[in-house]
């Protein structure tokens, strides 16, 4: 344990189990089950207005479930304010107070606390260090470029010492550069002191660079839950697919695919053919010129320095292929290919993932409806 970790407890894991929270215009969260392991650090995911803040609100207590508990290492915090939960908080907008300097920002919580001045001094002399923040303990928040009062506000947090942080958008309101250098510090600090942090918001490199674990929600529900690495390369639903990636995954019926010419589809078992409501997932990278396979027609192209985008049509679906920038001018039709593994399959009506790439035989055929 370093002299950085300013407390030695493990940081506790939290469990929601059936967290239902309804408004009266809106479901803002449907039954949702989920652990966020202790120590780590877990990125809640999703488009505007999916239920990501009211289930950070919730954990903090700033607000009841409709139905559900909450538990904090282990024990039921559900009628618990916020003050008895052990965790702090840093939002989107810094709340730093206009009139107190830096020093006097950081160290508000413990003030009201009251905690001995000399522990204080201790205390804020150590984060002001691991923050980089010893040359600006006197500034005003109006003195401090955005990036810095960022930092600020997290400082707060970490002075607390309470080993759960939830942050709702906290980087949203810096540039992207600063946004870029700041995940790598609040991800430094998380690791050093061994937080437990839940992390909120829509950006989905932000959740691809940071997180341990990704929570991604539609709707007021959980669509999955997973590493960076799971969350891409095995989705587990459409909606998934859709929403990670830059551009996402191509997502088009089967049939169409299989209706623009193709004699086989590398990754599909010979033999059955889409039932209808089959969405075929195939992300731009994977797709490769070839000499045979998915014929397709060129429709436009993208530069963007090291590589480019290129839209093509197949069937009645468009698809987008990334291709690097000094590959040749392609021609009007081309043939397309892939890895076996790459092809994705999805349930067109309930979005559910159906198989891998190639599906085992017994459950692919469960799923797929054979030809004839
Ligand atoms: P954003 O990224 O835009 O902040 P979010 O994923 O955090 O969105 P929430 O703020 O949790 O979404 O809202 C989820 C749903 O609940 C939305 O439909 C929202 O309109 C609704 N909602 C949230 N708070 C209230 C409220 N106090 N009264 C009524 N409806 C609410």
């Known amino acids: 344990m ?29 039954q949702v089950d989920v652990s966020l392991p202790g120590g780590e650090f877990s990125v809640l995911l999703g488009p505007s207005g999916c239920g990501k803040s009211t289930l950070l609100r919730l954990i903090a207590g700033l607000d009841w479930p409709t139905e559900g508990r909450v538990e904090i290492g282990g024990s039921d915090v559900s ?24 020093a006097e920002n950081i160290l508000f919580g413990l003030s009201v606390r009251r905690v001995a001045k000399a522990d204080q001094a201790a205390r804020l002399d150590r984060v002001a260090r691991m923050m980089g923040l010893e040359s600006l303990l006197k500034r005003k928040p109006n003195e401090l470029s955005g990036g810095q009062q960022q930092r600020v506000a997290l400082a707060r947090a970490v002075i607390s010492e309470r080993p759960i942080c939830l942050m709702d958008e906290p980087l949203s309101n810096l540039d992207a550069k600063l946004r870029a250098e700041m995940r790598v510090e609040l991800r430094e600090i998380q690791q050093r002191l061994g937080l437990t942090v839940v992390y909120v918001t829509h950006d989905q490199v932000e959740a691809m660079t940071m997180a341990d674990q990704i929570v991604v929600m539609n709707a007021g529900r959980i669509e999955q839950v997973g590493t960076p690495r799971e969350i891409y390369s095995t989705p587990a639903t459409a909606f998934v697919a859709r929403f990670i990636g830059t551009p996402p995954m191509n997502l088009a019926p089967l049939s169409d695919l ?70 040749d001018a392609l021609p009007e039709t081309f043939h397309l290919t892939w890895p076996t593994g790459a092809l994705h399959l999805f349930d067109a009506v309930t979005g559910r993932r159906l198989a891998g790439s190639t599906p085992e035989p017994a459950k692919g055929k469960d799923l797929l409806v054979p030809t004839s």
């Open 79 to 102: 009628g618990l304010p916020p003050v008895d939960r052990d965790l702090s908080m840093v939002f989107q907008s810094y709340a730093l107070f206009p009139h107190l300097d830096v």
């Open 2 to 30: 370093t002299a950085d970790i300013p407390f030695s407890r493990p940081a506790p894991a939290i469990d929601c189990a059936g967290l239902t929270r309804r408004f009266a215009t809106a479901t803002a969260l449907d």
């Open 258 to 327: 299989k209706g623009a010419g193709a004699m086989t589809l590398p990754g599909l078992e010979p033999g059955v053919l889409a039932g209808p409501g089959v969405l075929a997932g195939l992300r731009p990278e994977d797709l490769r010129l070839a000499a045979t396979g998915l014929p397709v027609s060129f429709v436009s192209e993208e530069y963007l320095g090291a590589d480019r985008l290129v839209t093509v049509r197949a069937g009645a679906s468009t698809l987008i292929l990334r291709l690097a920038a000094s590959a």
